[in-house]
């Protein structure tokens, strides 16, 4: 599985990488969580507002940072 965090590296960026990473952790999911930063690459993933949650190639969330339970719920829809 590919997790992407797509975002300059600001503040909610950071804090979804966080997020991402504690919950892969907490659910034993093998994953390669990857933070992309180059606004060429954000915005050719349809990235309008960061951070964005790519999983698989899809675009799950952009401009906020999911809970914990919506996280979840978005990893198992791609295992």
Do not use: H, W
């Not at 503040?11 to 966080?18: D, M």
């Not at 999983?55 to 791609?78: A, S, T, W």
């Amino acid at each position: 599985m590919e997790i992407k965090i797509l975002g300059t590296g600001c503040a909610k960026c950071n804090a979804l990488f966080k997020a991402v990473n504690e919950t892969v952790q907490e659910m034993g999911v093998s994953a390669d969580v990857v933070k992309v930063e180059t606004m060429d690459e954000i915005v050719e993933a349809g990235v309008l507002i960061t951070p964005g949650l790519m999983i698989n190639g899809k675009l799950k969330v952009m401009g906020k940072v999911p809970g914990k339970g919506d996280l979840k719920r978005y990893i198992l829809q791609e295992i």
